[in-house]
């Protein structure tokens, strides 16, 4: 298949729009219409993995964290990100990331931490403001249903595990054709009033050319009004982090055990323990130590994250227990969810989990 079938489905669940402003997901090697039939999926992008892709016949690297984070003007070979990129070029091997896009989704990074703990009741720690956004417009009552399906079929009316949400009311549109003008209904140069229902539907703001276009494909009338409002609502799907509940309270040190061997994880660096049971807990795969206060708020008794720093360790204040299982440790099922994710919805497709541990710490025990 064409590499842009695999990457617009990727799109499809974890949308461009919803990475960091640092981020730089997406493609970064390689053409849309490259013919694929192997994929290499790995957390990082490192040199051997496209060694890896090399020899084994893979012609796409999917990693979540991106090679190339700034932007390169020299490619000598100096750095590892030069090495990598020149050598994908070399041997037409696409490289693509899905980094903070799928962090920020239900069903990504941190989804699959909490199915690896056995936390139930998830949701988003910090559901992301300014996504969400809504349409209104206004359609003779005999056309209100095709416009409202083909505003629903395009993405609009979702609101949590509802969907098809919209709000309809009755009215009266008018309006006065003028020169040059193909009225649907009305007589040109004379004021029509028409039997109308105004439509208001939300939606999230990235597909929202893909909405107007299905709105006025399937609105009747040669000009169609609709209005769009910016929200300040959250967007409860998409944010950062993740809070659960174990299903028993545990005692912390067997809790803190368990994670060890379920993260498989050699150390875990944490705060003092409180002495009490561990039922709520909060995740972020990566470097979450910006959602502390969140996960205070949202009454967490653990913290499961990385890339602690000394300092930011004392934040705890006794009010809960910061876990620090390492960067790679906390994300390395993302490279199963990938797989998993893919296969999913092309069955047939060869996706080949990387061989090579990518983690650049060691652990000297
Ligand atoms: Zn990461």
Excluded: W
């Amino acid at each position: 298949m064409k590499l842009s079938q695999l990457t617009s489905y990727l799109e499809s669940l974890a949308p461009l729009a919803y990475q960091e402003d640092y981020d730089n997901s997406g493609l970064i090697v390689g053409h849309p219409d490259q013919e694929i039939n192997h994929a290499l999926v790995s957390l990082d992008c490192t040199e051997a993995v496209v060694d890896e892709a090399i020899t084994t016949g893979c012609q796409v690297v999917i990693s979540h964290h991106p090679i190339v984070f700034k932007g390169l003007k020299k490619f000598n070979g100096k750095t590892y990100v030069e090495r990598v990129v020149e050598k994908a070029i070399r041997h037409n091997i696409a490289l693509y990331a899905i980094h903070t896009n799928l962090d920020s989704i239900m069903d990504g990074v941190n989804a699959k931490i909490c199915e690896t703990l056995g936390l139930t009741n998830t949701r988003i720690l910090t559901p992301r403001h300014g996504l969400l956004k809504k349409l209104v417009t206004f359609v003779p009552v005999e056309q209100a249903e095709q416009v409202r399906k083909a505003l629903f079929h395009a993405g609009a009316g979702h609101i949590g595990n509802y969907s098809e949400v919209s709000f309809n009311a009755g009215g009266t549109g008018t309006f006065k054709a003028g020169e040059g003008s193909n009225p649907y209904v009305g007589e040109v140069g004379m004021r029509h009033s028409e039997a109308e229902v105004r439509i208001e539907s939300i939606y999230p703001a990235n597909l929202e050319s893909k909405i107007i276009m299905a709105l006025v494909l399937a609105h009747p009338y040669e000009e169609v009004a609709y209005d769009l409002y910016s929200l300040t609502n959250q967007n409860q799907q998409v944010g950062s982090g993740m809070i659960g509940e174990l299903e028993e309270a545990m005692d912390e040190a067997d809790f803190l055990a368990g994670i060890k061997a379920s993260m498989d994880c050699k150390v875990i660096r944490h705060t003092a323990l409180l002495g009490r049971r561990v039922k709520k807990v909060a995740v972020c795969g990566g470097s979450g130590s910006f959602l502390l206060k969140h996960a205070i708020a949202a009454g967490a008794d653990v913290f499961i994250t990385a890339d602690y720093k000394y300092h930011e360790f004392f934040d705890a204040e006794g009010k809960i227990v910061i876990a620090d299982i390492g960067h790679f440790e906390s994300e390395q099922f993302t490279q199963q969810l990938l797989c998993e994710l893919i296969q999913k919805k092309f069955s047939n497709f060869a996706i080949r989990l990387t061989k090579v541990n990518t983690n650049p710490v060691k652990y000297f025990i």
